[in-house]
């Protein structure tokens, strides 16, 4: 199945799997889905992630006291998928990981799995050739990071390599929510409009059905990660139902924008 996107603006969730545990992870997930989440990133823990911020950090470190692992993840993924079938998988992992099971053992299980593609934080496109062809080899859409300081250049070629949509940082730095969103951000999409017809999904920084909404007047999706990971951490005990409060809040305000756009 294709990665697309069914609705303008798409809300794009992020979960770090394997917190608290792997069964409360796919709750959340099938939670934030039943919510409005049309695609689900699922977040493979990893002991030195350098492009999050503190909240993600700490998710992270939490799920790997419980040995949350890549292989783990992708079986999770089968099970989203048996209850989802029209929802979007994404795998959202550092490198490591993915080489430690092999590239194509990756691609393979990821593909029997029923996920759609993948998003590699620390892979630069232009390192990439051998990512890029075991993933289109089991018909998987690779996804790329575009930020603000990218030159037109690395844009285009971002765009080329990338399948499903691309993802546009909404600024420099590390992933964390932030009270109002950057210029760079709304400048980025334009820029990339000019070099790719897929569809922009803005993350990075994105906390309120506000900015939600202000995202989704010029942006294809919008991405929420570190949000909904530090509603996880705020509400031990009922994880999913925060979740899903809170992802009905984004999809409201989803649905507001889009009659605003109207």
Do not use: W
């Not at 409360?24 to 989440?37: D, Q």
């Not at 993840?73 to 099970?79: D, I, N, W, Y």
């Not at 979740?243 to 756009?261: I, Q």
């Amino acid at each position: 199945m294709p990665l697309t996107f069914h609705r303008k603006p798409a809300l794009v969730a992020y979960v770090t799997c394997g917190d608290p545990d792997l069964a409360t992870t796919r709750e959340i997930v099938l939670a934030a889905i039943e919510a409005g989440a049309d695609v689900i990133e699922l977040g493979v823990p990893f002991s030195d992630p350098v492009a999050d911020g503190p909240v993600i950090q700490r998710a992270s470190e939490r799920a790997l006291k419980h040995g949350t692992s890549l292989a783990q993840v992708l079986t999770l993924a089968a099970e989203v998928r048996e209850h989802a079938q029209s929802t979007g998988i994404i795998i959202f992992s550092y490198l490591n990981p993915i080489l430690r099971m092999g590239m194509e053992k990756f691609c393979k299980v990821a593909r029997a799995a029923g996920v759609d593609g993948a998003l590699v934080t620390d892979l630069p496109v232009e390192e990439a050739g051998e990512y890029l062809r075991a993933m289109r080899g089991h018909d998987l859409s690779p996804v790329f990071l575009a930020a603000p300081t990218s030159p037109d250049e690395r844009l285009k070629r971002i765009a080329e390599a990338s399948r499903g949509f691309v993802y546009a940082v909404s600024r420099t730095g590390v992933t964390g929510a932030r009270q109002e969103l950057a210029d760079d951000a709304r400048k980025l999409v334009k820029r990339l409009r000019r070099v790719t017809k897929l569809p922009v999904a803005l993350g990075f920084g994105i906390s309120t059905p506000e900015q939600f909404a202000e995202v989704g007047s010029f942006a294809d999706a919008v991405v929420v990660g570190s949000a909904i990971v530090e509603t996880i951490e705020r509400n031990r005990g009922r994880e999913a139902a925060a979740v899903g409060e809170f992802v009905r809040k984004l999809s409201s305000a989803s649905a507001k924008s889009l009659v605003g756009a109207g």
